[in-house]
């Protein structure tokens, strides 16, 4: 276990409803990356935050936002949800932002919408 | 091009071989390397990181480097049923900022 928490486990929505998901980091990490993995493929980067600040974003719509907290938790809210937004969505914290940080995933967020 | 490129397989070997996993990247600017396991239905956990050319042994993994020919590969060792699982390759590439960007994965299957 990587002491990175994630929740809700599994969640359905329908087609334009918005959605939340929440990320506790492993104890002394400030940095949490997040990531869309569909069936069959690799973690698609969504989007990193240090220290509060995001820190890069991949290709993703704006309608993907997220943000961290103070203790470095994180949020990751989806708008207007498509039906492609169907997929795991997976947590990882690290101890810096450097491209040498190892990465701990949580146990993701399977959202399907309908 | 995509990124980071690996065989989607699935790759079977029995058990007791040696598994060879790779994978390759299109950014010569990549700095770090990692080799993630993902079994069905979970997360990925990291299992090897390598950041200079050559071989790197932990147990019965060896991920090798090798930056002039932008690959990266893993052995297993005296493979077992539990090593079943889809291989992550990831690297940081100059691309995207250095943050780890992943391949889709191979699948290994250790066959008694």
């Known amino acids: 276990e990587t002491g990175v928490t994630q929740s809700p486990t599994h969640l359905i929505k329908t087609r334009g409803q918005q959605v939340t998901l929440r990320c506790s980091s492993q104890?002394?990490?400030?940095?949490v990356s997040w990531y869309q993995q569909a069936l069959g493929q690799g973690p698609q980067f969504i989007f990193q935050?240090?220290?509060?600040?995001?820190?890069g974003r991949g290709n993703f719509p704006p309608r993907f936002s997220g943000l961290q907290f103070p203790n470095y938790s994180s949020e990751l809210n989806v708008n207007a949800l498509e039906l492609d937004d169907s997929a795991l969505y997976l947590c990882?914290?690290?101890?810096?932002?450097?491209?040498?940080?190892?990465?701990?995933f949580g146990s993701g967020t399977q959202l399907s919408v309908l | 091009q995509k990124e980071v490129e690996q065989n989607s397989g699935p790759l079977s070997v029995p058990e007791g071989a040696i598994a060879s996993l790779n994978c390759t990247y299109s950014?010569?600017?990549?700095?770090?390397f990692f080799w993630y396991r993902q079994y069905s239905g979970k997360s990925p956990e990291l299992i090897m990181s390598?950041?200079?050319?050559g071989d790197k042994e932990d147990g019965r993994f060896t991920a090798q480097l090798n930056k002039a020919s932008q690959y990266v590969s893993l052995l297993i060792r005296d493979s077992q049923p539990s090593d079943s699982a889809t291989y992550l390759c990831?690297?940081?590439?100059?691309?995207?900022?250095?943050?780890?960007?992943f391949g889709r994965g191979t699948s290994l299957i250790v066959h008694p």
């Open positions: 935050y240090y220290r509060e600040e995001e820190n």
């Open positions: 990831a690297v940081s590439t100059r691309g995207g900022s250095y943050i780890p960007t």
């Open positions: 990882a914290s690290s101890l810096g932002a450097g491209g040498n940080e190892k990465l701990f």
């Open positions: 104890s002394g990490h400030n940095t």
């Open positions: 390598i950041y200079s050319n």
């Open positions: 950014d010569r600017g990549s700095q770090s």
